[in-house]
T-cell receptor, first 109, second 116 residues
Framework: DAKTTQPNSMESNEEEPVHLPCNHS???????IHWYRQLPSQGPEYVIHGLTSNVNNRMASLAIAEDRKSSTLILHRATLRDAAVYYC??????????FGTGTRLTIIP | GAVVSQHPSWVICKSGTSVKIECRSLDFQATTMFWYRQFPKQSLMLMATSNEGSKATYEQGVEKDKFLINHASLTLSTLTVTSAHPEDSSFYIC????????????FGAGSRLTVL
């Protein structure tokens, strides 16, 4: 299984940026880095994914280290609706997606 | 965008009965779907990979006769929990990948099963 390491929990104040780290030291050159998040009592929701370059979309930005052994999900301005468990995963092509424990993000009003 | 629908969203059943959960891709075709289960405050555990027109591939430790998976069309996979017992109570989640080769998965909202 593809292993990633994330902090168990993080807190952030509302309307401030949040940086969620992830270590994936065993990643290979062709593995994509994916981030999903899961709100309470819901299925996971796709956030962003990338291979080598930093990526931006309407939800977040993904900063990938040059050696690709770590990445950071950036929420530019956290809202209460961003409170969720964030999962960092890497996979190649059509391989199955296995989840680690993720980071539980709490947003403080 | 891609939408995956799960039904029912919650179900309560008596011990010994069977329960079927449906997973549909509403606006795209999915040759592969994945079934997960999640216990409270735990991460998602992959149960099986469902392939359209062929047998599902089960993860180690998952009983294939207990959790029957059928993927008869490109838009529908079903998970049947046979002879359910209280320890099968869990949150079951499916996901689907577009047949066109997109690299991301779309998840259903999940189905909460409670076995009395």
């Amino acid at each position: 299984d593809a292993k990633t390491t994330q902090p168990n929990s993080m807190e952030s104040n509302e309307e401030e940026p949040v940086h969620l780290p992830c270590n994936h030291s065993t990643i290979s050159g062709t593995d994509y880095i994916h981030w999903y998040r899961q709100l309470p009592s819901q299925g996971p929701e796709y956030v962003i994914h990338g291979l080598t370059s930093n990526v931006n979309n309407r939800m977040a930005s993904l900063a990938i280290a040059e050696d690709r052994k770590s990445s950071t999900l950036i929420l530019h301005r956290a809202t209460l609706r961003d409170a969720a468990v964030y999962y960092c995963i890497y996979r190649f092509g059509n391989e199955k997606l296995t989840f680690g424990t993720g980071t539980r993000l709490t947003i403080i009003p | 965008g891609a939408v995956v629908s799960q039904h029912p969203s919650w179900v309560i059943c008596k011990s010994g009965t069977s329960v079927k959960i449906e997973c549909r891709s509403l606006d795209f075709q999915a040759t592969t779907m994945f079934w997960y289960r999640q216990f409270p405050k735990q991460s998602l555990m992959l149960m099986a990979t469902s392939n359209e027109g062929s047998k599902a591939t089960y993860e180690q430790g998952v009983e294939k006769d207990k959790f029957l998976i059928n993927h008869a069309s490109l838009t529908l996979s079903t998970l049947t929990v046979t002879s359910a017992h209280p320890e099968d109570s869990s949150f079951y989640i499916c996901s689907a990948r577009r047949s066109s080769g997109a690299n991301v998965l779309t998840f259903g909202a999940g189905s909460r099963l409670t076995v009395l």
